[in-house]
């Protein structure tokens, strides 16, 4: 088994396709096709369900799948600690990251590393915490800036970077929106805006408001912040949101609450493996380790 064909492999199992897989590599799609039917007989088992349109991932692509980016990613790390030693840095860097991280002004962060290492391409994906943490967990991603979950998850290492409390997120003429602060139980039979189930800031807020015995109903889901504040805003619902949020430029208003569960951004990276040369230099910058807001918060993900 080469390298190249696991490679090439990785490249149709995320392409779903044989002539975009090709394209990606520069090579000729004959070429990958060959390399690939190689490989099928090698371990024995067919790879992929091929159609007309797309190809799909048999059972043994799966498996394979993950061994796959872990042994590439491992190359890789071999090859940066080599050209760290040589006092270089190059090769791919591949970063997660959830919408309004607040403590981290990520575009900057992300220009002055390319400045200071232009060797090393950068490649980017949005998404919510824990997709993100998934493709972190596969090797798809080096890292990762997400919402950190109550629970540890196998694979997977988190490392806190801050930590604030949530407050009310309601529209200009609420009722509510004077109030110094709020109780979790002065929102009982209030309409809630929040994003989908599953993602983690709202697992949080379902947990806060069933410990205190308030039900609510979610009737506007989305997966975008700015869609969650402007509803608040146009006082179509009510939010329980992190603190930076109040950073965006909205109508909205925000107001503390008694005792306020927190939230927790983290920096997501693999178990089990290093992190690659660059994320190290990524996450040991300055931005990163001491950005704006309060200081974090000495849990240790449970």
């Given at each position: 088994m080469e390298l190249r064909q696991l490679e090439y492999f990785v490249a149709?199992?995320?392409?779903?396709?044989?002539?975009?897989?090709?394209?990606?590599?520069?090579?000729?799609?004959?070429?990958?096709?060959?390399?690939?039917?190689?490989?099928?007989?090698?371990?024995?088992?067919?790879?992929?369900?091929?159609?007309?349109?797309?190809?799909?991932?048999?059972?043994?692509?799966?498996?394979?799948?993950?061994?796959?980016?872990?042994?590439?990613?491992?190359?890789?790390?071999?090859?940066?600690?080599?050209?760290?030693?040589?006092?270089?840095?190059?090769?791919?860097?591949?970063?997660?990251?959830?919408?309004?991280?607040?403590?981290?002004?990520?575009?900057?962060?992300l220009a002055r590393f390319h400045t200071a290492h232009p060797g090393v391409e950068i490649r980017l994906r949005q998404g919510g915490s824990p997709d993100l943490i998934e493709r972190v967990r596969t090797g798809d991603l080096d890292l990762a800036f997400v919402s950190a979950p109550a629970r540890a998850v196998p694979g997977v290492?988190?490392?806190?970077i801050r930590s604030e409390p949530l407050v009310l997120a309601c529209?200009?003429?609420?009722?509510?929106?004077?109030?110094?602060?709020v109780?979790?139980?002065?929102?009982?039979?209030?309409?809630?805006?929040?994003?989908?189930?599953?993602?983690?800031?709202?697992?949080?807020?379902?947990?806060?408001?069933?410990?205190?015995?308030?039900?609510?109903?979610?009737?506007?889901?989305?997966?975008?912040?700015?869609w969650l504040l402007d509803l608040v805003g146009h006082g179509l619902g009510i939010a329980v949101v992190p603190q930076v949020f109040r950073t965006k430029r909205t109508t909205t208003r925000f107001v503390p609450i008694t005792d306020s569960p927190r939230w927790h951004l983290a920096a997501a990276t693999a178990s089990g493996r290093h992190p690659s040369t660059a994320a190290t230099a990524l996450l040991s910058l300055d931005d990163i380790r001491s950005g704006p807001g309060p200081a974090p918060a000495a849990r240790p993900p449970r």
């Open positions: 149709v199992a995320e392409e779903r396709h044989f002539t975009r897989a090709a394209e990606r590599m520069h090579v000729a799609q004959s070429g990958l096709s060959t390399s690939i039917r190689s490989l099928e007989r090698e371990l024995g088992a067919s790879l992929f369900v091929r159609n007309t349109r797309s190809v799909e991932l048999t059972s043994e692509g799966r498996a394979l799948l993950s061994q796959a980016r872990h042994a590439l990613a491992n190359v890789a790390a071999a090859k940066d600690a080599v050209a760290a030693v040589r006092g270089l840095l190059r090769g791919t860097l591949a970063v997660g990251t959830m919408q309004c991280l607040g403590a981290i002004d990520l575009p900057a962060t290492a988190l490392a806190p529209g200009p003429e609420h009722p509510l929106r004077d109030r110094p602060e109780d979790l139980r002065d929102l009982s039979g209030e309409t809630f805006v929040d994003f989908s189930p599953g993602w983690i800031t709202r697992d949080s807020v379902d947990q806060a408001m069933a410990a205190v015995g308030v039900e609510r109903r979610v009737a506007f889901e989305v997966n975008d912040v700015h």
